[in-house]
């Protein structure tokens, strides 16, 4: 029988104490492992880390319980743990007898960010096909982690806090933290992971945004039940019961509702590919008016890779005749639908603020496909300040008195081809090497001017010396080269000095 897990302030405190007493913590943990049982361990082989943590105190005990999913002997637990009790930590749900011993019954592990640490619960991967099974900080968790803009803000909302993940991190740079869940399960595991922590979040129970239907927030941050399907629920963390994407749809224009003016919303998502429609008119008649709004695309699943790495992430067997229904099923209705393949991305949205509300908002769709090595958060705070600026210089006149330059991460690269003389150059890029690594292929004009541009002269001055050198006449260079270098301020490429 699965019990809610529920730790009183007295026994998150003994608790914590136990776990920073024998270095359960992520620095502990990597320790005691070394680099290679560590790796494999994250690879789901556990053999290494039992060996590595065979002579390993208090510590050993811990990583094989919680970690490791082994029986540990009572004396050894009540050591571990110790000022809590064993039954203590059987009646928050923590542990379950086993024999004469006790085994984990929820899933706790260290977690840390480059800023700090925390310990983080959620459900055993074991029980993974529990229909409200509580996931722990998993890929997307992480890639939205990364995406986040990390600046001080007075509220922040997390929407579908699970385990409660996106809340840690909010506590960092958020006033005050609120955190919804329409799963009683998840957010009973969301407030054991806050005491845990010591970390005051307002919880609420609800669907989407009923539990503050009259509220706004200065940042919302959501990692919903994303995946597209026929509408019903096999999972709670995955399945919205809408079909397809219409639980983004919803989302999506209500958000801004709930934001300040200026306020910030970040999620992930998934949108149909419906044959006939391109996938960023779907997703553009979705969002409210007043909203800039930058859709980036990070993968494209044709149907059968979608439903088959969906059903592989609930750990079934796909070969079951239980997964081949559920496969068929699933694939019929995106027959019907005519969806050709799956989107999946992350999506930032703001409410313009007051002193804007005149202006176009600006809405930009990317596909940022692949590896991405640098967090997107950073990138993202820079789109919206790079937008603002560029709101602020709309007029070809504002933008050509501006003094810019090439940010330092910027290189050109160019393309040549053997020739009978050599190599003989065909084309040249500028490319970011940091972040989404954007790249615009230049022409002669364009790579002389962005030379020039080192923050000395205003941009219109440099396009005059060009039109001299070129001997072409400057408005035509302006109308020639102003669109592009729009694009590059937008792409961090070039910076306003
Ligand atoms: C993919 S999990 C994300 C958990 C966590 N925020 C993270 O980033 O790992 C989605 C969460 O949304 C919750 N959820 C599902 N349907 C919801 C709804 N209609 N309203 C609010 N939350 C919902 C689930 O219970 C689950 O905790």
Not at 237 to 252: E, I, M, N, P, V
Not at 334 to 351: I, K, P, S
Not at 374 to 388: K, Q, S
Request: proline share 7%.
């Amino acid at each position: 029988m699965r019990v809610l897990p529920h730790l009183s302030p007295a026994c998150a405190e003994s608790l914590r104490a136990a776990l920073l007493r024998a270095r359960f913590t992520t620095d502990g943990v990597r320790e005691l492992l070394g680099p290679s049982a560590h790796a494999a361990l994250g690879r789901g082989e556990v053999e290494p880390a039992f060996r590595a943590g065979r002579e390993a105190g208090e510590l050993g005990v811990l990583v094989r319980l919680l970690l490791l999913g082994a029986t540990e002997p009572d004396a050894a637990v009540r050591a571990a743990l110790a000022p809590l009790t064993p039954s203590d930590a059987r009646d928050a749900g923590l542990l379950v007898p086993d024999g004469d011993g006790w085994r984990a019954a929820l899933d706790l592990r260290p977690y840390a960010d480059d800023d700090g640490e925390w310990w983080v619960l959620s459900d055993l991967d074991a029980r993974r096909q529990d229909r409200d099974h509580v996931t722990g900080v998993g890929g997307a968790s992480l890639t939205l982690a990364a995406a986040t803009v990390r600046r001080p803000v007075g509220s922040l909302l997390d929407l579908g806090t699970g385990c409660g993940v996106q809340a840690l991190h909010a506590g960092r740079h958020a006033r005050t933290v609120t955190a919804t869940d329409v799963a009683p399960r998840a957010l009973a595991m969301a407030r054991a992971t806050f005491a845990l922590n010591a970390l005051d979040v307002e919880l609420l129970e609800g669907a989407w945004l009923e539990p503050v239907a009259d509220r706004r927030f200065d940042q919302i941050v959501s990692n919903p039940p994303f995946v597209p399907g026929p509408a019903r629920v096999d999972y709670v963390y995955r399945d919205s019961g809408q079909d397809g994407d219409a639980a983004l749809a919803a989302l999506l224009r209500a958000l801004p509702g709930h934001l300040e003016p200026g306020g910030v919303a970040q999620l992930l998502g998934s949108w149909l590919h419906v044959r006939g429609e391109d996938w960023p008119d779907r997703v553009r008649s979705w969002l409210p008016p007043g909203v800039d709004a930058w859709i980036v695309q990070r993968e494209v699943s044709d149907p059968a890779l979608h439903v088959g790495t969906w059903q592989r992430d609930a750990g079934l067997d796909l070969a079951s005749p239980a997964a081949r229904a559920q496969a068929g099923e699933w694939l019929d209705w995106m027959e019907r639908e005519h969806v050709e393949a799956v989107g999946f991305g992350f999506l930032t949205l703001r409410r313009l603020d007051g002193a804007s509300t005149d202006a176009e908002p600006t809405v930009v769709f990317e596909d940022v496909l692949g590896e991405v090595s640098d967090p997107l958060g950073p990138e993202t705070a820079g789109w919206l300040d790079r937008i603002d600026w560029l709101r602020a210089h709309t007029s070809d006149e504002a933008l050509l008195a501006a003094p810019l330059a090439v940010a330092s991460s910027v290189v050109l690269e160019t393309y040549a081809e053997p020739g009978t003389e050599g190599w003989a150059e065909v084309g040249a890029a500028v490319a970011r090497m940091d972040g989404p690594r954007w790249r615009h292929e230049v022409d002669g004009p364009a790579a002389a001017l962005l030379a020039g541009c080192q923050g000395a002269l205003a941009l219109g001055e440099l396009v005059k010396l060009l039109a001299v050198a070129h001997d072409r006449p400057a408005g035509e260079l302006v109308a020639a080269t102003l669109p592009a270098v729009r694009e590059f301020l937008r792409h961090g490429i070039l910076v306003p000095v």
